[in-house]
């Protein structure tokens, strides 16, 4: 909020807003990318066997969707300055 200029109420608006939209957006299959910064996404889990940590006995796990975010080259630049 301070960076912004925003007050702290109309910052997380704004941010609440913002992830709304992402969320949405990933829901309907589509990715949402930010120049400079990265790319939102859903990534496809198999279906596999693991296994209890209780009983150690074999488990099926469904398969599922996962959000997922790949770094863009500017943000990583900056973190490794």
Known sequence: AEKSGLSKKDSEKALGAFLDTVVDTLKNGDKVSLVGFGTFEVRERAAR?????????????????????????????EVNK
């Open 49 to 77: 066997t693991g296994l209890n940590p209780r009983t150690k006995e074999p488990i099926e796990i469904a398969a599922s969707k996962a959000p997922g975010f790949k770094a863009g080259k500017g943000f990583k630049d």
